[in-house]
């Protein structure tokens, strides 16, 4: 089994700054791509940010220029740098990987950790 466990959300001011980690353990052989996704109450999860195995990255439009996604193999750990935050960037930050435990490969989710932009 794996487990992705997420630490970092909190309270902060607009135009202030957050960072995310997420640290995948258990039965791994390897990661390929780790996410970070939001959801908020009576929406759909959305995709904020990916990066594969080779640290290619992916930014939803709504913020690229704001967000950073980077990650550690050594320690299975994903990140998000997120500054000049917004309101709207409130919501339930989940990060989720594809990991493979050297016979199968499935998708992981963390529990999730709440952010919250607000003066």
């Known amino acids: 089994q794996v487990q992705l466990v997420e630490s970092g959300g909190g309270l902060v001011q607009p135009g202030g700054s957050l960072r995310l980690s997420c640290a995948a353990s258990?039965?791994?052989?390897?990661?390929?791509?780790m996410s970070w996704h939001r959801q908020v109450p009576g929406k759909q999860r959305e995709l904020v940010a990916s990066?594969?195995?080779?640290?290619?990255?992916n930014y939803a439009d709504s913020v690229k220029g704001r967000f950073t996604i980077s990650r550690d193999n050594a320690k299975n750990t994903v990140y998000l740098q997120m500054n000049l935050l917004k309101p709207e960037d409130s919501a339930v930050y989940y990060c989720?990987?594809?990991?493979?435990?050297?016979?199968?490969?499935?998708?992981?989710w963390g529990q999730g950790t709440q952010v919250t932009v607000s003066s």
């Open positions: 990066i594969s195995s080779g640290e290619s990255t």
């Open positions: 989720n990987a594809i990991v493979h435990n050297g016979r199968y490969t499935g998708s992981y």
């Open positions: 258990g039965s791994i052989f390897s990661i390929n791509a």
